[in-house]
């Protein structure tokens, strides 16, 4: 069954950094893409970053791009996010999910995880 667990939110002063793990079920990457996503209040759900399991190939939004970095480990049962120089604007709550193709479009995503907090405040 295709799970997605993130973790690795919190409170963060601008500037800072956090890395975001997506723990996934067994052989995920060997079949879908993994997405990282934010929605902050009274917003709607932003797509991030992708990464395509089967080659490591990677995509961003224009907002994101030199700031933050998606990566799996050696298992490829994690997924990360690392985000750097992080703002007060990218306060929300991050979701990571899964889909049959690279995308940074939420339609496109069929199993999506709980989400994990992140806010970026001083």
């Known amino acids: 069954q295709l799970q997605l667990a993130e973790s690795g939110g919190g409170l963060v002063q601008p500037g800072g950094s956090l890395r975001l793990s997506c723990v996934v079920s067994?052989?995920?990457?060997?079949?879908?893409?993994v997405g990282w996503f934010r929605q902050a209040p009274g917003k709607e759900r932003e797509g991030l970053s992708c990464?395509?399991?089967?080659?490591?190939?990677?995509i961003y939004t224009e907002s994101v791009k030199g700031r933050f970095t998606i990566s799996t480990d050696n298992d490829k049962r994690a997924v990360y996010l690392q985000m750097d120089n992080l703002r007060p604007e990218d306060t929300a709550v991050y979701y990571c999910?899964?889909?049959?193709?690279?995308?940074?479009?939420?339609?496109?995503?069929?199993?999506w995880g709980q989400g994990t907090q992140v806010t970026v405040s001083s």
């Open positions: 999910a899964a889909a049959h193709w690279p995308s940074l479009k939420p339609t496109d995503f069929v199993t």
């Open positions: 990464i395509k399991g089967t080659d490591g190939s990677t």
């Open positions: 067994e052989r995920t990457l060997d079949y879908y893409s």
